[in-house]
């Protein structure tokens, strides 16, 4: 059976989706950006959750309707929560991302990213850098970030042309956009279609939010203003979704 190319009137019947659903995301977060995450979880429509807590991670992640898990600021504890909660998620069928956050600094976080690709994301996403030292990942969704943003899966290639360069200049937006797409995920089973969904609205958000912003420091509220406020119109007028192989 052929697996249709996302759309972006697709994109804007998943966000409806995920504001009616309010699905529930566990965040395994680079602790600068803990509060910037849940913030865009929040106004794309989500439940977000943030412990750390080794007793506690169980019982979160069983409540959770997806996960997402981040390399930055990791340590010894972080590294065992991680894989008690990939273990919760895959037990439970629930979708998981992991972005491993300068694995390109580190050879044991490299290590540790590519343990955890063996574990069965459903996406791994990172930047060039990071995602050259990764290489493929069999059967998972493969996400390379920057100004566009590439997406593949065994059968199709899609690129992402929306996004503005202040994105790289506040810290976080790249994380924020990892629970976006976690919250995508826990509403629409071809992951392919989430992430691209959830990558055009935050692109998308970021394009409206630089129109009326000043800077960087104006831009990162601006950005949470219009992703909360974001239409199926304003995504399907201006989300640029793009079918890679032509």
Same mark, same amino acid.
């Not at 959750?49 to 990791?74: C, H, W, Y």
């Not at 200049?169 to 924020?176: A, D, E, I, P, S």
């Given at each position: 059976?052929?697996?249709?190319?996302?759309?972006?009137? $697709?994109?804007?019947?998943? &966000?409806?989706?995920?504001?009616?659903?309010?699905?529930?995301? =566990?965040?395994?977060? /680079?602790?600068?950006? $803990?509060?910037?995450?849940?913030?865009?979880?929040?106004?794309?429509?989500?439940?977000?959750?943030?412990?750390?807590?080794?007793?506690?991670?169980?019982?979160?992640?069983?409540?959770?309707?997806?996960?997402?898990? /981040?390399?930055?600021?990791?340590?010894?504890?972080?590294?065992?929560?991680?894989?008690?909660?990939? !273990?919760?998620?895959?037990?439970?069928?629930?979708?998981?991302?992991?972005?491993?956050? =300068?694995?390109?600094?580190?050879?044991?976080? &490299?290590?540790?990213?590519?343990? &955890?690709?063996?574990?069965?994301?459903?996406?791994?996403?990172?930047?060039?850098?990071?995602?050259? &030292?990764?290489?493929?990942?069999?059967?998972?969704?493969?996400?390379?970030?920057?100004?566009?943003? =590439?997406?593949?899966?065994?059968?199709?290639?899609?690129?992402?042309? /929306?996004? =503005?360069?202040?994105?790289?200049?506040?810290?976080?937006?790249?994380?924020?956009?990892?629970?976006?797409?976690?919250?995508?995920?826990?509403?629409? $089973?071809?992951?392919?279609?989430?992430?691209?969904?959830?990558?055009?609205?935050?692109?998308?958000?970021? !394009?409206?939010?630089?129109?009326?912003?000043?800077?960087?420091?104006?831009? !990162?509220?601006?950005?949470?203003?219009?992703?909360?406020?974001?239409?199926? !119109?304003?995504?399907?007028?201006?989300?640029?979704?793009?079918?890679? $192989?032509?």
């Amino acid at each position: 059976m052929t697996i249709p190319f996302p759309t972006t009137t $697709q994109a804007a019947e998943i &966000l409806e989706k995920v504001r009616q659903a309010r699905p529930r995301v =566990h965040c395994l977060m /680079n602790t600068v950006v $803990q509060k910037f995450t849940a913030d865009g979880i929040t106004v794309v429509g989500g439940i977000p959750s943030m412990t750390t807590s080794l007793e506690e991670i169980e019982s979160f992640v069983a409540k959770a309707d997806a996960l997402t898990i /981040n390399l930055g600021t990791l340590d010894a504890e972080r590294r065992k929560v991680i894989l008690l909660a990939v !273990e919760i998620a895959n037990a439970s069928g629930k979708p998981w991302i992991v972005d491993p956050v =300068h694995c390109d600094y580190s050879p044991s976080r &490299l290590a540790f990213a590519r343990e &955890l690709i063996t574990l069965s994301p459903a996406i791994v996403r990172g930047n060039r850098a990071e995602m050259s &030292l990764i290489g493929e990942v069999p059967d998972a969704i493969r996400i390379e970030t920057g100004p566009v943003d =590439h997406l593949s899966d065994a059968t199709r290639r899609v690129r992402i042309v /929306n996004g =503005h360069p202040w994105m790289a200049k506040v810290t976080g937006t790249g994380c924020l956009s990892g629970g976006v797409i976690a919250a995508f995920m826990a509403v629409e $089973q071809d992951a392919l279609a989430a992430a691209a969904s959830a990558l055009a609205v935050t692109g998308v958000s970021a !394009e409206l939010a630089a129109s009326c912003a000043k800077g960087p420091g104006t831009f !990162e509220p601006a950005f949470l203003d219009a992703l909360s406020a974001i239409t199926g !119109e304003d995504i399907i007028n201006h989300a640029r979704i793009e079918n890679e $192989q032509g």
